[in-house]
């Protein structure tokens, strides 16, 4: 699996979009209907109709890398429609990506530890 490491904000876009569409597409429709910078270094994820395709677009530094993936035989889980994309952690993510249920994950945050 392809997974991001670091501390990327990761960005989901509710609408299904037209797969036709290639890297510069789906960094126009990032800039215009979300207001956000493709080159920011986030990564975008984007879904076919059928919900058993998607697409990831990110800014690596140097250029944009475009990733597509196809479940066989199932479909991705995907959040209702609303205006603006969704925000996943890496654990949301890394589920979604393997075709796993991730709206049932619970997401569990660490305190920071203090001194005493």
């Not at 126009?28 to 984007?46: E, M, Q």
């Not at 597509?68 to 609303?82: A, N």
Request: glycine share 8%; with cysteine; proline share 5%.
């Amino acid at each position: 699996m392809i997974s991001p490491s670091g501390n990327f904000k990761i960005f989901i876009a509710t609408e299904p979009v037209d797969f036709r569409k290639g890297m510069d597409g789906l960094a126009a429709c990032i800039h215009g209907n979300f207001n956000l910078d493709p080159f920011s270094g986030a990564i975008y994820v984007f879904r076919s109709r059928r919900a058993d395709r998607l697409k990831l677009l990110i800014w690596d530094g140097s250029g944009l890398v475009l990733i597509t993936k196809r479940l066989v035989g199932r479909r991705f889980t995907w959040p209702k429609l609303q205006s603006g994309p969704v925000v996943l952690s890496k654990v949301q993510f890394d589920a979604m990506f393997e075709g796993i249920d991730w709206t049932k994950l619970k997401e569990v945050t660490a305190r920071k530890p203090v001194f005493l």
